[in-house]
Nanobody, 128 residues
């Protein structure tokens, strides 16, 4: 079974940085698209960044501030978040799916949460 466990959330001041990690088991990175999504109170879950075989797609709202990466040695998916803003406050979720719709995501510039079948439990990020 695929299991995803996030860590690294917490509080930060505006302009600060946080790093999220997702420990993945039961999958191989080369066969799965993986990504980070977030959900703020009262809002729908939205894509933040996705990665597949080294290619990445970022939401416009985080481009230039967030970086998604794999650490193959540790089998983790990471999200480095710099220049944080209060509007980045949300629960952040790690997600994975073996059916990568990369052509469509690249064309529209985002991935839908409905495109991902495996999810972590989420980690809270609060920026003040």
């Amino acid at each position: 079974d695929v299991q995803l466990v996030e860590s690294g959330g917490g509080s930060a001041q505006a302009g600060g940085s946080l790093r999220l990690s997702c420990a993945a088991s039961g999958l191989t990175y080369s066969s799965y698209c993986m990504g980070w999504f977030r959900q703020a109170p009262g809002k729908e879950r939205e894509g933040v960044a996705i990665i597949w075989t080294g290619s990445t797609i970022y939401a416009d709202s985080v481009k230039g501030r967030f970086t998604i990466s794999h650490d193959s040695a540790k089998n983790t998916l990471n999200l480095r978040m710099n220049s944080l803003k209060p509007e980045d406050t949300a629960v952040y979720y790690c997600a994975a799916d073996p059916n990568c719709r990369w052509s469509r995501w690249s064309r529209v510039g985002y991935a839908s949460p409905a495109d991902f079948g495996y999810w972590g439990q989420g980690t809270q990020v609060t920026v003040s």
